[in-house]
C-alpha cells in the first residue's frame, strides 16, 4: 500500500503545471557547498513562487519514495521509470596543508609516500575497497594509514586542517580552500567520478520540477574555474 501511495503521489505531482509550490533537492555536502548557492540565487530571482527543499546528505535519497524529487549523484541510476543526465567528470585529487606535505621531501612517484595517512569515511565497507585502490595506484598505504573517520566531508576538511592527514575532495572545493594544496599535483587526479543529475520520469512532466532541474543542469555542467593551490 505504502508503494501504491507512493506512485500515486508522484503520478499526480507530475500532472502538475503549477509554478509555485515545493521542489526538493537531495544533494552531497561538497556539492551542495560548490554548486547550489548561485543557482539558487538565480532561482530565487527567476522564480521567486519555486520554494526550494534542500537535503545535504551524503546517502543515496529514495527518489521512488518520495525521499526527493531531483537528486545530485556520483552514479547512474538503473531503474527504467528515473530520468538521468550526465552533467560532468570531476578531478578528485588529495588535499593536505603544507605543513603535512613538508614531511615528504620531493616524492618522485606514490611509492614514496611512506607513512601517508587518509581521513576517511568512518562506513566500513569503503575503508577496505579505498585502500586496494590507492595500492593499485601504487601508494604504499596499509591499515594504519587510516586512523581518523567520518562521514562528514566538512568535518573531514577541518581535520585535514589541522595536520592530521589527507583529505579526498575534487578539485573544485579543494582548491577553493586557502589552507589547503593540493598534495603531489604531479600525479594527477586520483579518480575522476561522474555528476548525474537524476528525477523521476513522472516528476519530470511537473513544470516547476523541470524547470528547476533544467537550471540545475545548465549551470552545474558548466565548468567552473578554480585556480590550484
Not at 499526480?12 to 515545493?22: H, L, N, P, R
Not at 594544496?181 to 548525474?196: E, M, T, Y
Request: aromatic share 10%.
Amino acid at each position: 500500500m505504502g508503494k501504491a501511495a507512493s506512485d500515486l503521489s508522484i503520478g499526480a505531482s507530475g500532472q502538475s503545471q503549477q509554478i509555485d509550490g515545493s521542489v526538493s533537492i537531495s544533494v552531497g555536502e561538497l556539492d551542495a557547498m560548490v554548486y547550489l548557492p548561485k543557482i539558487l540565487n538565480q532561482l530565487r530571482k527567476q522564480e521567486p513562487g519555486i520554494e526550494v527543499d534542500i537535503i545535504v546528505t551524503n546517502n543515496v535519497s529514495d527518489l521512488k519514495s518520495r525521499e526527493a524529487d531531483i537528486a545530485i549523484r556520483n552514479f547512474r541510476p538503473t531503474q527504467a521509470d528515473f530520468i538521468a543526465r550526465k552533467l560532468k567528470d570531476e578531478n578528485v585529487y588529495l588535499y593536505a596543508t603544507q605543513t603535512y606535505l613538508d614531511r615528504f621531501k620531493e616524492p618522485q612517484k606514490p611509492s614514496d609516500l611512506e607513512g601517508i595517512e587518509f581521513i576517511s569515511f568512518n562506513r566500513s565497507d569503503h575503508v577496505e575497497p579505498f585502500q586496494k585502490f590507492l595500492i593499485e595506484k601504487g601508494y604504499p598505504v596499509n591499515r594504519k594509514s587510516f586512523s581518523l573517520f567520518t562521514d562528514n566531508q566538512l568535518f573531514q576538511i577541518e581535520l585535514v586542517k589541522q595536520h592530521l592527514g589527507v583529505g579526498v575532495f575534487t578539485e573544485v572545493y579543494g582548491d577553493s580552500i586557502p589552507e589547503l594544496k593540493r598534495a603531489f599535483p604531479s600525479f594527477g587526479p586520483v579518480i575522476q567520478i561522474p555528476l548525474w543529475l537524476v528525477c523521476h520520469r513522472e516528476l519530470h512532466t511537473s513544470l516547476r520540477v523541470r524547470k528547476v532541474f533544467d537550471l540545475l543542469a545548465a549551470h552545474i555542467s558548466q565548468p567552473l574555474v578554480s585556480e590550484p593551490s
